[in-house]
């Protein structure tokens, strides 16, 4: 059974930085990709990040890109997704999440399971 548990979201000023982690048990992901998705009021769920577990290849959302870092520590089981310079459009509800395949897909029909997700929330 695959956990996935979030952790970081929070209250900050347009323009901070915020790092979210997220703890990953239940099973070895090294064939694994790990991603990171959004989603605001009203909105669809919204690609951010994701990284190829084993050999930590990235792929961000162009609309992140340069703002938002992807990354992951094998050892400890946790992805991370800084991101800086945040904006009150970023404010969100942010979900870790794994697919099966190792694709680094958009669509969160690729991916397999999913946190509870941690609240973002971006004042101006």
């Known amino acids: 059974q695959v956990q996935l548990v979030e952790s970081g979201g929070g209250l900050v000023q347009a323009g901070g930085s915020l790092r979210l982690s997220c703890a990953a048990s239940g099973r070895t992901f090294s064939n694994y990709a790990m991603g990171w998705f959004r989603q605001a009021p009203g909105k669809e769920r919204e690609f951010v990040a994701a990284?190829?577990?084993?050999?930590?290849?990235?792929y961000h959302a162009d609309s992140q890109k340069g703002r938002f870092t992807i990354s992951r520590d094998n050892a400890k089981n946790m992805v991370y997704l800084q991101m800086n310079s945040l904006k009150p459009e970023d404010t969100a509800v942010y979900y870790c999440?794994?697919?099966?395949?190792?694709?680094?897909?958009?669509?969160?029909?690729?991916?397999?399971?999913w946190g509870q997700g941690t609240q973002v929330t971006v004042s101006s």
């Open positions: 990284i190829k577990w084993s050999a930590g290849y990235t």
């Open positions: 999440t794994v697919a099966r395949s190792g694709r680094l897909g958009r669509s969160s029909y690729e991916y397999d399971y």
